[in-house]
């Protein structure tokens, strides 16, 4: 365990002059050195090297966000179609004030104190070291890889709707996996170099084609009153439920998964600019839009289809076809458009998560080095070619897992790699009390625990009601995980391997210490 000697920690500003960090390591030595010299050396390091520039602002990231958190409003179907519309609505909010709120503080936190790219994946490592920094990472992946999976399945089957209109479902099985395959590679092959141009292309694209998001709905809205097909919604109709325990997991993991992900913004933690004001700016922001995002939809197609029963996977677009062909048009183009802002958010995202896995120094490097080749664009961008090639394939692949499977598998993971992050904020608190915080969670270690509660009510709620592919598929996980860890880790003189936790001694020094 290497230990940096106690001393007076540094100024606020003197953090947030330092735009760029290479890892964890080099975060400590930079945070604890008294030597001016040594950050001078470690800034020249770091701009030498792969680490980004910051030109992210507060109004680029709140549109990341927002196609990392929701991305428009489809996908949210389903939870309709179990709970009706008031149910999904009570249960948006909920997400939204209990789940989402904690995540975002927590974020901003952990973030402006370690501004590092791939930061969620980091932040347990100073806090528990390795064993737990693994596990979290593991989980992180899964659960990353599954919800860009699901943006891809998604993608193909607002599109895939045409089959239908045009009788494409009589094709043979092969031919029709060849048309889901071609539409599925179509989104991640444009998506993959659209981010090779950068993150801030991809969220100029998403703020270029959020305007255009609600335009279908209006439109369909007006033609329906025009004529007459539309009449008042009545109170039994929105409360309308087909909720049982058989599809009560697939409606708490598609209400958490249409509206989640705040802690991805430490992917980018190293290429954002502005401090605190930008965090708490660009992510709070988007919570007024997002409830919006759904409202809105879900109850101008509500207003034309009133069964919920009949609301599935791509309703909207089926209920825009009832309309208008016009309509029709404008809903499979918005649908389009959103999950292709999403998934090349997320893509993005996951993508930086294994190029800063892959780019660690050798004690903290938990994929093959390889994934960290890279580029920069002529604003110092980091392109992660190698990383972002492979987490494309993956993602391709694992769409074909089916949507079911998919997102209950996402948020049993999802949960577990959360609490590692709660984890790393609580045991930060006690173990680096010192280290300068530009943001801090108001409020001693029960607010902190409290913030943590609605993760574990989750965790309970999908143990107790997942199908028993996404269960044992997930469970299962931890301990390959463990073997694994203990494979790589566990070998006698491997660097780091001697520690799952910190010393006792880690108070005493007041610094972040990395294992």
């Known amino acids: 365990m290497a230990a940096v000697a106690p001393h007076t920690p540094p100024s606020r500003d003197v953090l947030e002059d330092a735009d760029d960090f290479t890892d964890v390591t080099d975060f400590a030595r930079l945070k604890d050195s008294p030597d001016d010299n040594d950050k001078d050396t470690l800034v020249e390091k770091q701009h ?13 990231l709140a549109s990341m966000i927002f196609f990392w958190t929701v991305g428009g ?34 974020s901003a936190e952990l973030s402006l104190m ?33 919800s860009v999976a699901i943006q891809v399945f998604m993608f193909d089957e607002y599109l895939g ?29 444009v998506c993959f170099f659209v981010n090779v ?5 991809m969220s100029r694209f998403n703020a270029a084609i959020l305007p255009y998001v609600f335009v279908p709905f209006f ?33 708490v993991a598609t209400m958490i998964w249409t509206w989640t992900g705040y802690d991805t913004i430490g992917s980018l933690a190293g290429e954002v600019k502005g401090g605190r004001r930008t965090y708490l700016l660009g992510m709070f922001i988007t919570f007024p839009f997002s409830i919006l995002n759904y409202v809105v939809p879900v109850f101008t197609g509500f207003a034309i289809e009133r069964d919920s029963a009949n609301w599935s996977v791509c309703c909207l677009t089926k209920i825009a076809y009832s309309v208008s062909t016009l309509c029709y048009v404008l809903m499979a183009t918005s649908a389009a458009l959103c999950y292709i802002g999403q998934y090349g958010s997320a893509v993005n995202s996951l993508a930086r998560i294994v190029w800063s896995m892959a780019g660690q120094p050798p004690e903290t490097r938990l994929l093959p080095h390889f994934l960290s080749y890279s580029t920069r664009t002529e604003l110092g961008t980091v392109r992660p070619l190698a990383a972002l090639a492979a987490t494309s394939l993956a993602v391709l692949l694992a769409s074909f897992a089916g949507y079911s499977l998919l997102v209950q598998l996402w948020l049993l993971s999802r949960v577990l790699n959360l609490g590692c992050e709660f984890a790393a904020l609580i045991v930060l608190r006690h173990t680096a009390p010192d280290t300068p915080r530009p943001f801090c969670i108001p409020g001693g270690y029960g607010v902190l625990a ?22 044992v598929t997930g469970l299962l996980f931890q301990p390959v995980l463990i073997v694994v860890y203990l494979l790589i880790w566990g070998r006698p003189g491997r660097a780091g391997s001697h520690t799952s936790a910190p010393p006792e001694d880690l108070a005493a020094t007041q610094t972040l210490v990395v294992p």
């Not at 501004?115 to 899964?142: E, I």
């Not at 045409?162 to 092959?189: D, E, K, N």
């Open 48 to 60: 030498e090297q792969f680490v980004p520039k910051r030109n992210i602002g507060a109004w680029l």
């Open 73 to 106: 409003p489809f996908g949210i179907e389903a939870a309709v179609q179990s709970g009706g519309p008031f149910y999904s609505m009570v249960a948006l909010l909920c997400v939204g004030l209990f789940s989402n709120v904690p995540i975002a503080l927590m």
């Open 114 to 146: 370690m501004p590092l790219n791939g930061g969620q994946a980091l932040w347990p490592l100073p806090a528990m070291g390795h064993f737990v920094y693994f596990l979290n990472f593991g989980n992180l992946f899964l659960s990353q890889v599954a």
């Open 161 to 189: 709707f045409s089959y239908a209109i045009h009788g494409y479902s009589a094709l043979s099985t092969p031919a029709l996996l060849a048309c889901q395959f071609a539409i599925r590679a179509f989104l991640v092959v």
């Open 197 to 201: 141009k950068g993150s801030k292309l």
């Open 219 to 251: 439109v369909m809205l007006g033609i329906a009153l025009h004529r007459g097909d539309v009449s008042p919604i009545t109170w039994a109709q929105t409360i309308s439920s087909q909720l049982s325990r058989s599809n009560f997991a697939d409606f």
């Open 450 to 471: 409290l913030l943590t509660l609605p993760q574990a009510v989750i965790l309970t709620t999908i143990i107790v009601t997942a199908g028993n592919a996404a269960l």
